[in-house]
């Protein structure tokens, strides 16, 4: 991943200079430009600021990704300021009019306002979280979740043009607490075929541990390059997935009208987790498939079935490590 960018101190002293902030994303407004406008309404709001999200046009399918407390409706009157996110040109603004700061990740920016930040990074959102760590905001759930959000969007779920960098941040919001869970939930609903990635039980003995550990975790930065795929082969990532030693990995695929699960271990075996799941395999790569369950249908399912096989006294010192 490249050094994390810097915001300008323009840009910071802006922010702080302004009481009111309108913040505007684009029209068309996909889930990133709503996520972006959100972390950075949160964010101004945290630093005692005013803040609130103009999106006249708002498509009911992407309300989910604007948290619902920063939605103002109308025009900013006199004494607001505005700053524009997302937006690669002036008159693509939601509201007409001139912004005082453009903050935008789309290369061919003008940079049309008085104070601009345009950097090229995955998601917009990302962008606020460089933002926030400058005005000295700790990212809480709710912002974590609103930037691992705009990254969710503008790879469509890890499918589309996801680097290793775009891993690296989703790992970073994750670890700040994103609800990813709720995110894959909302996306895949709306973007079926949608992945998830659930964490593996990390530790070194063969035993399932009596927990249920499973989690939505981004997967490791470093896979796509690591496989030499280029971001269009993301489709292929799952079967080069593998867990730590002595953890298992449930890579999730939401499909139309199904959820896939493929179950990975290294000195685990799989079998009785595809088993109780109505699966089968190999002891180190199985497989199921749910039909006409949803995302979190499947996760509940799944959390039962590892607790169940946590449960048997037989099972937790199987190992099947000799080939690994
Ligand atoms: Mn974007």
Same mark, same amino acid.
Request: aromatic residues 8%.
């Given at each position: 991943m490249n050094d994390t960018p810097v915001p300008p101190q323009e840009l910071l002293s802006t922010f702080r200079a302004h009481a009111a902030w309108a913040v505007i994303p684009h029209v068309l407004p996909d889930v990133d430009a709503l996520a972006t406008a959100s972390a950075l309404c949160l964010v101004l709001r945290r630093i005692g600021k005013r803040a609130a999200v103009f999106a006249p046009e708002l498509p009911e399918i992407h309300?989910?990704?604007?948290?619902?407390?920063?939605l103002a409706s109308g025009e900013p009157g006199a004494g607001w300021s505005r700053v524009g996110v $997302?937006? !690669?040109? #002036?008159? /693509?603004?939601?509201?007409a009019g001139p912004v005082d700061v453009n903050l935008d990740h789309?290369? $061919?920016?003008? /940079?049309?306002?008085p104070v601009n930040w345009v950097c090229s990074v995955p998601a917009c959102t990302c962008l606020v979280a460089t933002v926030a760590g400058a005005l000295g905001v700790a990212a809480d759930t709710t912002l974590a979740t609103a930037l691992y959000t705009g990254l969710v969007g503008d790879t469509e779920g890890f499918r589309v043009q996801a680097t290793a960098e775009s891993f690296a941040w989703a790992r970073r919001f994750a670890g700040a607490g994103a609800d990813t869970e709720g995110v894959a939930e909302a996306f895949h609903r709306r973007s079926p075929g949608f992945w998830a990635y659930l964490a593996a039980v990390?530790?070194? !003995?063969?035993t399932w541990e009596?927990?249920?550990?499973c989690r939505v975790v981004p997967i490791d930065a470093g896979l796509p390059e690591r496989f030499a795929l280029?971001?269009?082969?993301? #489709?292929?990532l799952p079967s080069h997935l593998l867990p730590p030693r002595g953890g298992v990995l449930v890579v999730l695929q939401g499909g139309r009208d199904n959820v896939r699960f493929r179950l990975r271990s290294r000195g685990v075996d799989v079998l009785p987790l595809a088993h109780a799941l109505g699966g089968g395999g190999h002891p180190q790569a199985a497989g199921v498939v749910l039909r006409g369950v949803s995302l979190h249908e499947a996760l509940e399912r799944l959390r039962a079935a590892w607790a169940e096989v946590a449960a048997r006294p037989a099972d937790r010192t199987r190992g099947v490590s000799p080939r690994l």
């Open positions: 309300r989910w990704a604007l948290a619902p407390e920063v $997302d937006t !690669a040109r #002036a008159d /693509r603004l939601q509201l789309h290369e $061919d920016n003008p /940079r049309f306002a990390e530790g070194s !003995a063969l009596g927990t249920v550990p280029r971001p269009y082969e993301n #489709a292929l």
